[in-house]
């Protein structure tokens, strides 16, 4: 490990250094996260220093890849499941994780949630076990690595509606990767069950155009289950989809985790954490043209809320936090101001 860095006006690594992030598909919120990071660092690192991001899933394998020394930074979300990776445990638990550390969690206020036809005779998830031959569930696959697939799956089983029984009488399951073909398919018919997240981008907004629609409450068995994990609900206010006319109880999917392992040099946690304190402008600038119940990044982001994270922090990272308390960010110069 390298020596101690401490805040001054503004922390500087002197030598070349070459960070290697992990991202999400190349136009989400994660890559802007490890653009923003990547430049943040580069600015106060030496003049040689080489920064790269990879294109992941922003799923499991954002994890897989940082603890197998591929990359030394990268995004996942939500945060429930980053603390079932490091504990080991639950449907993406591979086994303990103690190297993984973290460097802060971006707000991102999300939930995962289940729309239906409100033509199906279901007010529960365990309704759809009565009519399944009616039904085409847009969602993502049960792969291991998406976590939007896992959850759902996981909520379907405790909810008394296999999906595995589900096909065998009669449903119909449409798997993509991202949460938008899959609205998309709702809202022009092609499936008449929805299951995803990204419930604060203007396409959900869109989902009640072709039909009436009607939202399910998980219910107390899916609740129950994931809170054993550790993962809670929440709620989605009345009001805030179309058509909600009751709070919703739902699963809670908040939260981008900025992760990397502890052996991260303490001079690059120190400065990545620092960059996400004081430049956190920068980044929430990009996100200012939505309302702030309504956007992937939340704003204004607070260091207290964004030291709060899943996992252990990097020791050098809960220094910067420290050391940054009293601290005013950065308002200058920034690229998108």
Known sequence: MTAEVRATAEPRIERDITLQFRADWGQANMTRICGWLAQEIGDRSGVGSRFATWAGRGGRDQTDALLAGEVD???????????LVFDGSGPIGVGPQPNLRALGSIAHRDRLVIAVDASLPVHTVADLAKVADQLVIATCAEDGINIIGMAAHHGLRLAGADPETLVADGARFLYWE???????????????????????????QQIANRRPVRYLDWGDDVIGGFAELGWGAATVDAGYLPGLENDLRTLDFADLVVLCRD??????????????????????????????????????????????????????????????????????GLIWS
């Open 73 to 83: 930074i990268t995004v996942m979300t939500p945060a429930a499941a980053v603390r």
């Open 178 to 204: 991202r949460p938008f073909p899959a609205l998309h398919a709702f809202t022009t018919g092609q499936a008449n069950v929805l299951i995803n997240e990204a419930i604060m981008m203007p396409v959900w």
């Open 263 to 332: 052996d991260l040099p303490d001079d690059i946690a120190y400065l990545a954490t620092w960059c996400m304190v004081q430049q956190r402008k920068a980044l929430e600038a990009q996100y200012m043209h939505m309302a702030p119940d309504h956007t992937p990044v939340g704003y204004p982001l607070d260091p207290a809320t964004m030291a709060k994270t899943p996992v252990p922090l990097h020791p050098a990272a809960q220094r910067a936090y420290a050391d940054l308390a009293q601290e005013k960010p950065a308002i200058d």
